[in-house]
């Protein structure tokens, strides 16, 4: 998915299209049709939240804590992808990785709101292990459904102001 940081956020068919997009990689995965193992297990960000406590981190602390646990995502899947796969593994883990690549993107592009002077900072995610390529994909899919798309409607209403939802 190629979008612009504002159009990601101002829009929400963008953020529903990247839900969409994390599901269909699982759906790919399935219809390639062997094991989803891994030879070696690989390290996964855990992407649980609790609502209250997270709406009370600034914006560029939620940013730091998705963008963290996308580059985790993104090691684990770039471990799979040089592991040998077939035609229809590899190709479906160079579009994943493309499209992490994207998110981070998009997020460290954003025009944040200016933060206050005592700024906590991000925790880096709690991790676990996993060698199932449906699980990653799945954590993927959990990130961008939990906290990647609270972060955008809660940074929405700032960062669109003047424009046209």
């Known amino acids: 998915m190629q979008t612009s940081p504002i159009n990601f956020v101002c829009k929400p068919r963008a ?88 998110m981070v993107l998009i997020l460290h592009s954003l025009p944040l709101p200016a933060a206050g002077a005592s700024e906590e900072k991000a925790q880096l995610p709690k991790s676990s292990l996993t060698s199932s390529l449906h699980c990653v994909l799945r954590r993927y899919t959990s990130l961008t459904r939990g906290k990647l798309q609270s972060f955008t409607k809660e940074t929405a209403p700032e960062i669109c102001k003047g424009r046209r939802r």
């Open 15 to 102: 953020m529903e299209e990247q839900i969409e997009m994390t599901k269909g990689f699982q759906d790919a995965l399935n219809q390639c049709g062997i094991p989803s193992l891994l030879p070696q297990k690989v390290t996964l960000p855990n992407v649980g939240f609790q609502m209250m406590q997270w709406e009370q981190k600034s914006s560029e602390v939620q940013r730091n804590e998705i963008i963290s646990a996308l580059t985790m995502l993104l090691e684990a899947v770039q471990a799979a992808r040089s592991a040998p796969q077939s035609h229809c593994v590899h190709a479906l883990l160079e579009r994943v990785v493309q499209n992490i690549k994207n």
